[in-house]
Nanobody
């Protein structure tokens, strides 16, 4: 599938943003969805993930209780609601698709969208 992420921007600490990821192409396949981020000088990390039907989710510890991942398969769209943003959340955020593999393993994600920049000011 082809993925396109959007929704990034500049926000003050404590604010909120909602990222969207629209899928096209082979959307008839059952793919799991993940959100990754990469901050300057740091490795890309898996932030949140959700299975195709939404039955299981994953969050990295630093975002638990603040971020919520969801998806609307009828719209071929996934979301990442980010609340209580902190300066350390500043990064380029990517969405990625995973076909029938573990949602917890970064290397399972094979289809990537372009990133969207999130900047959180203090």
């Amino acid at each position: 599938v082809q993925l396109q992420a959007s929704g990034g921007g500049l926000v003050q600490a404590g604010g909120s943003l909602r990222l969207s990821c629209v899928a096209s192409g082979r959307t008839d396949t059952n793919y799991h969805l993940g959100w990754f981020r990469q901050a300057p000088g740091k490795e890309r990390e898996l932030v949140a993930a959700i299975t195709y039907r939404g039955g299981r989710t994953y969050y990295t510890d630093s975002v638990k209780g603040r971020f919520t991942i969801s998806r609307d398969n009828a719209k071929n769209t996934g979301y990442l609601q980010m609340n209580s943003l902190k300066p350390e959340d500043t990064a380029v955020y990517y969405c990625a698709a995973n076909h029938y593999a573990s949602i917890y393993t970064s290397t399972s994600y094979t289809d990537w969208g372009q990133g969207t920049l999130v900047t959180v000011s203090s």
